[in-house]
């Protein structure tokens, strides 16, 4: 099959793993670019398929992931953010003051970190309705849907925490960003990564998930998108061992994580970006 990797658009994808949906019960394959190791699903769900998965997603994920979306789990988010902003240098005094916009906002959990941040001017933008019900009225500018809704030059900081790997059309997600963003604007961008780990773990990666994780870069392969989308990377982690809680011991987790930030597999990466001024 002749298909271009959305990432670096080399015409080099190979079919490398399979999984079955959940919603409909069919295979769908994982298909490796040769050129820069980013991964895409093949087919890409159609919308009906996506729409019906995210108006179920509170109960997907309780499956799948028990506690994820729990407001009592609010402490360890919050020590995750604090962690990845305090590694990226990002200057937490800019969410005072300037509108913050946070795309895949879910239930709100990161839009109250915001606002304990001293935050005031908040949007939030989720497609499933069932996760933004959950949201108390009356603090956020909450919208379903996309960046598409939001005026030109208007958002001073955007977070994006694990929604590139679910969109089909990345390119569009990216042209409303810029579009957004105010000149002086910073992204902070988190998102799954190939490499070493899943390359090690194949088909039982955590981050392989049919219905839900469409595209997954390598690093490699984001700079490649980042670049073509006038996009500049300030600073960059990396960390996540590939061993989620519970699977392994507690104490050897706590190495397998240690080692993968120390030594910079890991296989999540968190980006701080701005606009490329130089176009």
Same mark, same amino acid.
């Given at each position: 099959? =002749?298909?271009?990797?959305? &990432?670096?658009?080399?015409?080099?994808?190979?079919?490398?793993?399979?999984?079955?949906?959940?919603?409909?019960?069919?295979?769908?394959?994982?298909?490796?670019?040769?050129?820069?190791?980013?991964?895409?699903?093949?087919?890409?769900?159609?919308?009906?398929?996506?729409?019906?998965?995210?108006?179920?997603?509170?109960?997907?994920?309780?499956?799948?992931?028990?506690?994820?979306?729990?407001?009592?789990?609010?402490? *360890? #988010?919050?020590?995750?953010?604090?962690?990845?902003?305090?590694?990226?240098?990002?200057?937490?005094?800019?969410? !005072?003051?300037?509108? =913050?916009?946070?795309?895949?906002?879910? =239930?709100?959990?990161?839009?109250?970190?915001?606002?304990?941040?001293?935050?005031?001017?908040?949007?939030?933008?989720?497609? +499933?309705?069932?996760?933004?019900?959950?949201?108390?009225?009356? %603090?956020?500018?909450?919208?379903?849907?996309?960046?598409?809704?939001?005026?030109?030059?208007? *958002?001073? =900081?955007?977070?994006?925490?694990?929604?590139?790997?679910? #969109? +089909?059309?990345?390119?569009?997600?990216?042209?409303?960003?810029?579009? *957004?963003?105010? $000149?002086?604007?910073?992204? *902070?961008?988190?998102?799954?990564?190939?490499?070493?780990?899943?390359?090690?773990?194949? $088909?039982?990666?955590? &981050?392989?998930?049919?219905?839900?994780?469409?595209?997954?870069?390598?690093?490699?392969?984001?700079?490649?998108?980042?670049?073509?989308?006038?996009?500049?990377?300030?600073?960059?982690?990396?960390?996540?061992?590939?061993?989620? %809680?519970? +699977?392994?011991?507690?104490?050897?987790?706590?190495?397998?994580?240690?080692?993968?930030?120390? &030594?910079?597999?890991?296989?999540?990466?968190?980006?701080?970006?701005? !606009?490329?001024?130089?176009?």
């Amino acid at each position: 099959m =002749n298909m271009r990797c959305p &990432f670096c658009l080399e015409p080099a994808l190979r079919e490398r793993h399979t999984k079955k949906s959940l919603l409909t019960g069919e295979i769908i394959y994982y298909y490796r670019c040769s050129a820069c190791g980013s991964y895409r699903q093949v087919p890409y769900p159609t919308q009906d398929v996506l729409d019906a998965y995210y108006q179920q997603y509170p109960e997907i994920k309780e499956i799948l992931n028990a506690g994820y979306l729990d407001p009592q789990g609010y402490a *360890v #988010l919050q020590k995750e953010r604090d962690m990845t902003l305090q590694e990226l240098r990002f200057p937490l005094e800019r969410i !005072k003051n300037h509108t =913050n916009a946070e795309l895949g906002c879910a =239930n709100g959990m990161f839009l109250h970190y915001l606002y304990e941040k001293g935050g005031r001017d908040i949007i939030g933008l989720d497609i +499933s309705t069932p996760l933004l019900e959950q949201i108390p009225p009356g %603090r956020y500018r909450i919208y379903k849907g996309g960046l598409e809704q939001l005026p030109s030059d208007s *958002v001073d =900081n955007l977070f994006l925490f694990h929604i590139l790997e679910h #969109l +089909s059309d990345m390119e569009s997600c990216f042209f409303h960003l810029r579009r *957004v963003l105010k $000149e002086e604007g910073l992204v *902070v961008l988190e998102v799954p990564v190939a490499g070493w780990i899943s390359e090690r773990q194949g $088909e039982g990666w955590r &981050f392989f998930m049919a219905d839900e994780h469409l595209n997954i870069p390598t690093y490699q392969g984001l700079r490649h998108f980042l670049k073509r989308q006038n996009i500049r990377i300030l600073h960059t982690t990396r960390f996540g061992s590939g061993h989620t %809680r519970g +699977s392994i011991s507690p104490l050897k987790k706590a190495f397998f994580d240690w080692a993968a930030k120390t &030594f910079n597999y890991g296989d999540r990466i968190a980006l701080l970006l701005c !606009k490329d001024k130089k176009i």
